[in-house]
């Protein structure tokens, strides 16, 4: 007990003693004089210690110490200071945990490094980084961008405009409909509790997944600190959802006398009220609260609810069972093509729609005349019931041709995938083989195509149109990078013009593949370039902001000249910098000869440079000279798998 009560005399709680102490207070309590305790003799007294100087923190403290149970970033805690005691224990103290420097991607799990933003100033990030293009359809471009937005690295140098990188990072993802990838870097995130801005991007990324029980304990957490619109309408919605109408109908009242305007709302919230479906005549900008409340008030979406482009209001609507099955056709498209769905929810939409038996027995005919995903979910049906290879062939073959027509092959490959597989390679199909080895390859079953080439190349020994037919293919499969191609090269493109040249645009079509082959080191030679020379010497392009171009081209001289690491003290001491595992390096060569680590510089600014300059339209709608220029600066940072994969895109989506 004495010792207890030395405990409490010291403000200490009785927790923190032993558990053989703590029994101890049950045992009859041990009444002695004090004793005077002494050195034992021999020992000589401590030395006075010796002053130490004050040291002042390298960076002050910017952000509250984590509360118990939330994760640290290993990439953002630093070492400070050390002071080395006449004793030889070394103290060291650490800086500030810096949530910016979050992320869960390091160097060998895809990620850009630590050191990405070497060489960048933060205001160019903090402008800039808001405005990735998140609704491309582009798979190359999505992986560039998650993987950006998901890195461990240091903070950009420089000042801060007050902006957390960390929360633009979450809203990207959120508008992307990444919300796995959302959840992971939030999870991983210190002291995220208190940051608001967090908490309302993770609060919607609940309502859009339809986990309202989530997203209102989150909306509690918040409304007792924070009075803005946003968390009293988000509370107001979950009392409606507790059957608590009169405490909401109340505070929709306060709402409106402060002058609220948010009609759909209220309209909302007044139909949880009654029990009677609100009319909704306009959505065109839809939130997730009001996406929400719409699924659970069974409130008819109206039309223009598809004009949102953010993949994850998309992805909401195609599973929201409030739509029309039109818009959720559309949104399901739309989201799986910006990779906010998966396709094998996009296959059950398509299968879950009745046709007539009319459009069942001429499905062919009706997509000669009519496009659209619900052109493309009766092809989709009508290839399932079919059991005959041909018949399968011609409704894959026409279901791909009608979505690159309309800006989504990428997305149809993926979802008839699985009956292209099933058709087997015959010497019937072999019209067919050129479409399924565009498909295989893009999908990457090099086995599947190279069954396919063979069927190609036997056939093509005594028909001629299929040798033309190899001679028009042999380049894509090129940039696929198959084995097919391993002995042809760009000196051979004259033979693949005299199978384009009857096309409606050759020249516009040879322009994009040899301004590819260039950017990807295989020049083109004079001569082919020469047929392309005409009368018409200007054309209109679309361009990036000029400022925006020549910045792409000011990073990517710096990335592409690695520089030497320099090694100096202070990189000594901070060796344990939990940081240093995601650098990324280069081996390059000394004076001497010998290996040492070269670091690049600007690599995060000239993809996030990159990305910009292609936009929402992605590497199918971009001019050569862009495109050329986005793919050489891409390589040059390190990139040539991205590279590459862009320009099968590009040279997909144009028909080649």
Not at 249 to 277: H, N, Y
Not at 316 to 343: H, K
Not at 451 to 469: C, P, Q, Y
């Amino acid at each position: 007990m004495r010792i207890l009560a030395i405990a409490a005399l010291a403000g200490l709680p009785a927790w923190t003693l032993g558990p053989e102490v703590r029994a101890q207070q049950d045992q009859p309590i041990l009444l002695t004089p004090p004793q005077k305790l002494a050195p034992p003799s021999g020992a000589s007294s401590p030395a006075a210690p010796a002053s130490v100087p004050y040291l002042p923190p390298t960076r002050a403290p910017t952000r509250p110490a984590i509360p118990p149970g939330e994760p640290a970033a290993a990439s953002s805690v630093l070492p400070v200071a050390a002071t080395q005691r006449s004793s030889g224990v070394k103290i060291d103290s650490l800086q500030s945990i810096d949530p910016d420097a979050t992320g869960t991607l390091t160097a060998s799990q895809g990620g850009f490094g630590a050191d990405m933003w070497l060489g960048t100033e933060r205001d160019i990030v903090e402008k800039l980084l808001p405005q990735l293009p998140v609704s491309a359809s582009s798979a190359a471009m999505r992986d560039l961008m998650r993987r950006l937005l998901l890195s461990a690295a240091r903070v950009p140098e420089g000042k801060s405009q007050g902006v957390s990188l960390l929360a633009i990072r979450a809203k990207l993802l959120a508008a992307m409909g990444d919300l796995v990838s959302l959840n992971t870097l939030l999870n991983a995130t210190p002291g995220r509790s208190r940051d608001q801005e967090l908490v309302r991007v993770e609060t919607e990324a609940r309502f859009l997944s339809n986990d309202n029980a989530r997203a209102c304990a989150l909306a509690g957490g918040q409304i007792r600190d924070h009075k803005v619109p946003y968390w009293q309408k988000a509370f107001l919605f979950c009392q409606a959802l507790a059957g608590e109408h009169g405490k909401a109908s109340l505070g929709v009242s306060v709402m409106r006398e402060a002058g609220e305007k948010d009609e759909v709302f209220f309209a909302l919230i007044e139909s949880l009220a009654t029990g009677t479906p609100a009319i909704l005549e306009s959505l065109a900008d839809p939130t997730p609260l009001h996406l929400a409340m719409a699924r659970v008030a069974k409130a008819k979406l109206p039309d223009d609810v598809i004009s949102s482009n953010r993949p994850g209001v998309l992805r909401t609507i195609a599973i929201s069972p409030n739509a029309p099955v039109g818009l959720r056709l559309e949104a399901a498209e739309r989201a799986e093509s910006a990779g906010a769905l998966p396709v094998d929810s996009l296959r059950q939409i398509y299968s879950s729609i009745s046709f007539s038996e009319q459009d069942l027995a001429n499905p062919l005919s009706r997509a000669e005349i009519e496009g659209g995903p619900m052109t493309r979910a009766l092809l989709y049906h009508t290839s399932l019931v079919q059991t005959v290879p041909t018949a399968q062939a011609e409704v894959v073959a026409r279901a791909l041709a009608l979505g690159r027509e309309e800006g989504r092959y990428e997305s149809v490959v993926r979802v008839f995938m699985p009956v292209l597989k099933r058709i087997p390679p015959s010497a019937e199909l072999v019209w067919f083989a050129p479409v399924a080895v565009r498909a295989l390859l893009l999908r990457g079953d090099t086995l599947g195509a190279e069954a396919w080439f063979a069927l190609m190349r036997a056939s093509g020994l005594f028909n001629k149109d299929t040798a033309k037919a190899i001679d028009q293919l042999m380049p894509i499969v090129r940039l696929m990078g198959s084995s097919e191609a391993a002995e042809w090269n760009t000196t051979k493109l004259s033979a693949w013009w005299e199978t384009v040249k009857e096309r409606p645009n050759p020249d516009d079509d040879a322009a994009m593949l040899y301004s590819i082959f260039d950017a990807l080191g295989e020049p083109v030679p004079a001569d082919s370039w020469k047929k392309l020379v005409t009368g018409a010497n200007r054309r209109t392009v679309t361009m990036p902001n000029p400022a925006l171009w020549f910045r792409l081209l000011e990073a990517t001289e710096a990335a592409r000249r690695p520089e030497p690491e320099k090694k100096t003290a202070k990189s000594d001491e901070t060796a344990s910098d939990a940081a240093a595992a995601f650098e990324v390096r280069d081996q390059g060569t000394g004076d001497s000869g010998s290996a040492m680590p070269r670091i690049r510089r600007r690599v995060a600014e000239t993809v996030l440079l990159s990305l910009l300059a292609l936009g929402e339209a992605g590497p199918a709608g971009a001019d050569p000279l862009l495109l050329r220029q986005v793919l050489i600066s891409l390589r040059h940072t390190g990139f040539e798998k991205e590279a590459r994969a862009m320009a099968v895109e590009a040279a997909l989506a144009a028909g080649l």
